[in-house]
């Protein structure tokens, strides 16, 4: 593998089993709750897989489109699941492991989520809407807005052709005024790769606990309307978790509620911590 910022794929591979080892979970799988379709230890395979799909991304040359090989990671990380574990976070690891991987302006936390966000907004949704229809997961309605390709369709071949060449500048900042993913996917790379660098000036190297995972969802919820949540509940229920998250709790949610996209930022923070402690916690070094 060429010289490259750190260990994306095993960084990557790290956050998303790390993200659900939290107590307090926000709705989501943690050490304490288990979904009806999925569990603590799905994630942990998973990561075994997104460390093989990202390790063959990063040594292949750039993909072009950048973000044409995304439906394929997406889908071969998913193989031995039927329901989607990690989509949102594969979304969002997709890019900045193609940045660090192949640009070697790439040297810390901050350039990785700069260059990683230049390749998204000068890319394609159609790669991510791909990556939906792979996977079709139960929340995802029939769409009609022109904006937003009916991934359920039978149409959706004839559809897609109008968003292959189109850049997704546009797309998420019209889109993330009607849908709080998009809206994430536009500001989470900023705020996260913040959240990450105040983490590091703290504790320097120390792997993350639990209570540190619990802290980010809060720190996350607070900014951020979870697009899961919004989908399934309403707006009004999003705000309301929102607005208790700032006031610095986290509510009780019922087993049809879950921050999962906020979970997708956890996993976006922990791969920052990750990846910038690829060296110390991933290599050993040569006795003399």
């Given at each position: 593998?060429?010289?490259?910022?750190?260990?994306?794929?095993?960084?990557?591979?790290?956050?998303?089993?790390?993200?659900?080892?939290?107590?307090?979970?926000?709705?989501?799988?943690?050490?304490?709750?288990?979904?009806?379709?999925?569990?603590?230890?799905?994630?942990?395979?998973?990561?075994?897989?997104?460390?093989?799909?990202?390790?063959?991304?990063?040594?292949?040359?750039?993909?072009?489109?950048?973000?044409?090989?995304?439906?394929?990671?997406?889908?071969?990380?998913?193989?031995?699941?039927?329901?989607?574990?990690?989509?949102?976070?594969?979304?969002?690891?997709?890019?900045?492991?193609?940045?660090?991987?192949?640009?070697?302006?790439?040297?810390?936390?901050?350039?990785?989520?700069?260059?990683?966000?230049?390749?998204?907004?000068?890319?394609?949704?159609?790669?991510?809407?791909?990556?939906?229809?792979?996977?079709?997961?139960?929340?995802?309605?029939?769409?009609?807005?022109?904006?937003?390709?009916?991934?359920?369709?039978?149409?959706?071949?004839?559809?897609?052709?109008?968003?292959?060449?189109?850049?997704?500048?546009?797309a998420l900042k019209?889109?993330?005024?009607?849908?709080?993913?998009?809206?994430?996917?536009?500001?989470?790379?900023?705020?996260?790769?913040?959240?990450?660098?105040?983490?590091?000036?703290?504790?320097?190297?120390?792997?993350?606990?639990?209570?540190?995972?619990?802290?980010?969802?809060?720190?996350?919820?607070?900014?951020?309307?979870?697009?899961?949540?919004?989908?399934?509940?309403?707006?009004?229920?999003?705000?309301?978790?929102?607005?208790?998250?700032?006031?610095?709790?986290?509510?009780?949610?019922?087993?049809?509620?879950?921050?999962?996209?906020?979970?997708?930022?956890?996993?976006?923070?922990?791969?920052?911590i990750s990846n910038?402690?690829?060296?110390?916690?991933?290599?050993?070094?040569?006795?003399?």
């Amino acid at each position: 593998m060429r010289d490259m910022y750190g260990n994306p794929p095993l960084a990557a591979a790290l956050a998303i089993a790390l993200e659900p080892t939290g107590w307090m979970g926000a709705g989501t799988v943690c050490r304490s709750r288990d979904h009806r379709d999925k569990k603590m230890q799905d994630y942990i395979v998973a990561s075994y897989r997104v460390a093989l799909a990202f390790r063959r991304l990063c040594s292949s040359k750039l993909p072009k489109p950048v973000g044409s090989l995304l439906p394929a990671v997406v889908s071969e990380v998913h193989k031995p699941f039927n329901t989607n574990l990690s989509l949102g976070s594969l979304f969002l690891l997709y890019y900045n492991v193609v940045a660090a991987c192949h640009d070697r302006r790439v040297c810390d936390i901050r350039t990785n989520a700069t260059y990683a966000y230049s390749l998204l907004v000068s890319d394609s949704l159609v790669w991510l809407f791909d990556s939906i229809r792979e996977l079709s997961p139960s929340h995802v309605r029939s769409s009609r807005s022109p904006f937003w390709p009916n991934v359920k369709s039978p149409l959706y071949g004839i559809e897609r052709e109008r968003y292959t060449g189109s850049s997704s500048m546009l797309a998420l900042k019209l889109l993330s005024r009607h849908d709080p993913i998009f809206q994430e996917a536009s500001t989470a790379f900023v705020h996260t790769s913040k959240l990450a660098t105040e983490y590091l000036r703290k504790h320097g190297c120390q792997v993350p606990s639990s209570s540190v995972i619990d802290e980010l969802f809060k720190d996350l919820c607070s900014n951020f309307v979870d697009s899961l949540l919004f989908r399934k509940r309403g707006l009004e229920r999003a705000l309301e978790v929102m607005l208790a998250c700032k006031a610095g709790s986290m509510p009780k949610f019922d087993s049809r509620e879950s921050l999962g996209s906020i979970a997708d930022l956890v996993t976006l923070v922990l791969y920052y911590i990750s990846n910038e402690c690829a060296e110390s916690w991933f290599f050993l070094k040569t006795v003399p």
